[in-house]
């Protein structure tokens, strides 16, 4: 029987690993969208009612203002969906999106983000999670790490294997150091190549994403060893960043060229 449930398992595994990423990652993909955005409502019904909404009306237009040119040159499958987006009152440095249309920024971000480009690197990196699958990704290997975990256990007891538990331990942060944050890192630095694409399409000057993670980072603290964070250090990132940006610059002064670019401002 254990032998059956772990070769179903894996089954599962390779045939949902063919499903490609839009940067042509390999993706474990279990849950379909209409669950996904279910959850995603939840989550923010639930946060809107926990947290200060802003009031302010130049605010929330100003983030509406940053948030439509960006979800405008979005694949029609997103620019086509109702997007809520909610500004809350904290002071909190960030921003989300969830699957299902659902943005928050939080005023304390706007604090950091200095300008209509910089915000756009926060809102398009966000926005960049929901369309590469990110949630779909993480849930689904959160459930394949939590499948092995108990396979291994069942083995281990059938077996009489001595040191269960210490193994089961060991076994369990090897599986957090070696698949979820590697995973976490990954999804970060594709979402950051992915906004940056948007915000250029969208007409934001892409080299202020390179000063926005710079004023995170001023803002923050980079102590944790990156093999243990789930974001990869801010000079990796801005790294990475400035190595695409010659083709960001491409298409935002073909964006010039061609069409307006967006005037959002305070």
């Not at 940067?23 to 926990?50: P, Y």
């Not at 801010?234 to 069409?259: D, G, V």
Request: charged residues 15%; hydrophobic residues 40%.
């Amino acid at each position: 029987m254990l032998k059956t449930t772990a070769l179903v398992s894996a089954t599962v595994l390779l045939l949902a690993a063919c499903v490609q990423s839009p940067t042509g990652r390999n993706q474990i993909m279990l849950f379909n969208d209409a669950e996904l955005s279910k959850m995603g409502a939840q989550s923010f019904e639930q946060l809107k009612a926990e947290t200060p909404i802003s009031k302010d009306r130049n605010t929330i237009q100003y983030v509406q203002c940053v948030t439509g040119a960006l979800i405008n040159v979005t694949p029609s499958e997103y620019s086509r969906q109702n997007w809520e987006v909610v500004v809350f009152d904290s002071e909190q440095v960030n921003a989300f999106a969830l699957p299902g249309g659902k943005i928050g920024i939080y005023t304390g971000l706007l604090k950091v983000a200095e300008n209509q480009a910089q915000l756009a690197a926060v809102v398009g990196h966000e926005i960049a999670h929901v369309m590469a699958g990110h949630s779909n990704e993480r849930l689904s290997t959160n459930q394949f790490v939590q499948t092995a975990l108990t396979l291994s256990s069942t083995a281990m007891k059938a077996y009489n294997v001595q040191y269960q538990n210490e193994l089961m331990a060991a076994f369990g942060l090897g599986a957090q150091i070696g698949v979820t944050l590697p995973f976490s890192r990954a999804h970060e630095t594709e979402a950051d190549i992915m906004g940056l694409d948007l915000m250029a399409k969208a007409g934001f000057e892409p080299r202020q994403a390179v000063n926005l993670w710079q004023n995170m980072a001023a803002a923050g603290s980079a102590g944790t060893p990156e093999i243990l964070s789930t974001h990869p250090l801010p000079q990796n990132r801005i790294t990475s960043l400035r190595e695409r940006m010659p083709a960001a610059m491409k298409t935002y002064n073909e964006r010039k060229t061609t069409a307006a670019t967006p005037r959002c401002s305070l």
